[in-house]
């Protein structure tokens, strides 16, 4: 709402507050016996004042909505004072103006919500330049600036510690209460607090492209992806006002031109169908009940793109699961070093010098492993890499090494022969000169919310489980069991993955994919709702979901079903009871059987009902923060 339009507002509060209090003394005095002015004495004072800035209201916002509703309150207070009912025409302007207030300061509470996350970072940065401490305004902080954080200060930027280590309180973004131990290299976020020591981290991104300008730019746009019922809402709207107008001028024609009855009988039957009939609780119910879901998983730390998505995922029948990053923590382990005619030592040494030039998980855990006992890494500058299949180049002393899975060797003209060991898991081969000289055995680490996750999509109903992966059948099938997944396809390529998709959904209906959101992003785009899992601070992967969940807890996805599953219920509740009610009192008031004011309290009652039904998401318990 326009600041004008607020100061309107508050006019239309104001003289109905003192037109209450005038009314209310007036019985008061009238009561007890004190000379007071007579009632129709007020509403003939207070009439005029109240009516103007609704009929102002009306007329500013005619050209964009002919029909709106302080046109339709407009024309029956007129009508009101036409027939003499003037009571009843001040009772319904204070009502309505009451039941505005209530309704703009919800939607008001609601977009300050939103509006916290944007304060989740300070005006100001510490920034060290020249050996100097100086504090700049965050939106001047540059890509490479090196910021002081101090305990208790929220970091402003997306950034990497250059020195130090702490403690982060990551709630307000990931919606995790624990806190996080970080150090030396780690990544800390835009909107978190420094809880422990002061540490100096350098800015990865500038303030408009941090996680928490990211979030609430997304949690805004969210409101314009609509769903089908927010749709026909709105189109039906636009025909649902005229027409109700036109059978108000119907029910006075044809009784008093056809019939010769009372003009103001039916005028009177015709202001109360024109009340009834107003749409504020129906075309209310649905933006709200959704916006305050978006508003609540964004608390929860999952921000979901539009209420389309949310309509979707209480329908899911089946979810598909990637395995590596997902189900797994996309970090493996060197879980066996079986050496051929060298020792483990040389074996890993060997394998640590190529791995040294990748960021592949698996180059990452050899050399963590060579790190962890002891061994010096002489990387190798001259290396190559294939993709998906291993690395090759010359070592200093030692000749030409290449280590990768089997398909990659053989391909090179390795020979692999059949005694040699094949585990049923994640291995590689390590060659020198043409020459096996060992396997290293990899095991991925299971995150320790996936079990739990699985459980509870399970329980609350979703058909099917099924895990995608690029990984080998032996692989696949030990993960699968251990996270109780019944459903697997391995050796999957990401095309495959998406093709594994298609097929879902037309086996199951409505199917939802959930993954790390890099490689995964087709298969996501694919399916009904993408969920990416552990997107804080990773702009691909918030990017490639419709749903992007903040942190590593897959608990959250089956937290955010249930919520979508309420949200349905509620907005069916909502739009169920409001057409239900609508059609009744509009059929007594055409009878004659609901007076005026009985009239306006059903309806701004029904929007106060709506309003309250909802509210009660914003506390809609988050067990997988527990």
Not at 72 to 77: E, G, N
Not at 187 to 206: D, E, M, Y
Not at 409 to 427: F, M, S, T, Y
């Amino acid at each position: 709402m326009s600041g004008e339009s607020e100061e309107l507002l508050k006019i239309r509060v104001l003289t109905s507050s003192i037109a209450s209090v005038a009314i209310i003394t007036e019985l008061i005095f009238g009561y007890i016996g004190i000379v007071s002015i007579p009632m129709h004495y007020l509403c003939l004072v207070f009439l005029p004042i109240m009516i103007l800035p609704i009929g102002y209201s009306a007329l500013r916002e005619f050209i964009e909505k002919p029909f709106n509703v302080d046109f339709l309150m407009t024309i029956v207070s007129i009508g009101a004072i036409y027939i003499g009912a003037y009571h009843e025409a001040l009772l319904i302007l204070i009502l309505f103006n009451f039941s505005e207030y209530i309704e703009d300061k919800t939607i008001d509470k609601l977009k300050s919500t939103l509006e916290e996350f944007s304060k989740l970072v300070p005006k100001v940065a510490s920034v060290i330049t020249n050996r100097k401490v100086i504090e700049i305004n965050v939106e001047n902080i540059k890509v490479g600036d090196i910021l002081l954080i101090k305990p208790g200060e929220r970091i402003p930027v997306d950034g990497v510690i250059l020195e130090g280590n702490t403690t982060i309180d990551t709630s307000a973004v990931t919606g995790e209460s624990i806190p996080v131990d970080v150090h030396k290299g780690d990544t800390v976020l835009s909107g978190t607090i420094n809880l422990t020591n002061s540490i100096k981290i350098k800015a990865t991104k500038p303030f408009i492209d941090s996680t928490v300008s990211r979030i609430t730019k997304l949690v805004l746009e969210a409101r314009e992806r609509k769903t089908r019922i927010e749709r026909f809402i709105d189109k039906f709207s636009l025909y649902y006002t005229p027409v109700i107008i036109i059978l108000a001028l119907l029910t006075i024609i044809i009784p008093v031109l056809l019939y010769g009855q009372g003009f103001k009988l039916w005028l009177y039957r015709a202001l109360v169908l024109l009340v009834l009939a107003c749409p504020s609780a129906l075309i209310i119910s649905t933006p709200i009940t959704y916006f305050v879901g978006i508003t609540r998983a964004t608390r929860s730390g999952v921000i979901v793109k539009g209420s389309v998505y949310i309509e979707t995922l209480s329908k899911v029948k089946a979810m598909a699961f990637d395995k590596t990053g997902t189900i797994t923590q996309n970090k493996l382990v060197v879980k066996k070093i079986i050496p051929i005619n060298t020792s483990e030592r040389d074996l890993l040494k060997i394998a640590a010098a190529l791995e040294a030039q990748s960021n592949h998980p698996v180059a990452v855990a050899i050399v963590e492993k060579a790190k962890e006992i002891g061994l010096e890494i002489n990387a190798s500058a001259d290396v190559k890499e294939t993709p998906g299949m291993g690395l090759e180049g010359n070592i200093n002393g030692i000749g030409y090494v290449m280590i990768g899975n089997e398909k990659f060797l053989k391909k090179k003209g390795v020979i692999i022969k059949d005694e040699i060991l094949r585990p049923n898991e994640k291995a590689v081969y390590v060659s020198t000169n043409g020459n096996i000289v060992g396997v290293i055995v990899l095991e991925d680490i299971i995150r320790e919310s996936a079990r739990d996750a699985i459980k509870e999509l399970y329980e609350i109903g979703i058909k099917d489980i099924i895990m995608l992966t690029g990984d080998r059948e032996e692989v696949a099938r030990k993960i699968a069991s251990r996270v109780s997944i019944k459903k697997y396809f391995a050796n999957l390529l990401p095309e495959d993955k998406v093709r594994k998709v298609v097929e879902l959904k037309k086996e199951y209906g409505i199917v939802s994919m959930v993954g790390d959101g890099i490689n995964d992003a087709p298969a996501l785009a694919q399916s009904d709702t993408g969920i990416a899992i552990g997107t804080a601070g990773n702009d691909i992967a918030i990017e490639a979901a419709d749903v992007a969940v903040m942190s590593d807890n897959l608990r959250k996805i089956p937290y955010v079903v249930r919520l979508s599953r309420k949200i349905q219920r509620i907005l069916k509740i909502n739009l169920g009871l409001t057409f239900a009610l609508k059609i009744g009192l509009i059929i007594l008031g055409f009878l004659g059987y609901i007076p005026l004011i009985i009239a306006v309290l059903g309806d701004d009652g029904l929007t106060l009902f709506v309003i309250a039904n909802v509210l009660p998401i914003l506390k809609y318990g988050d067990q997988s923060a527990s």
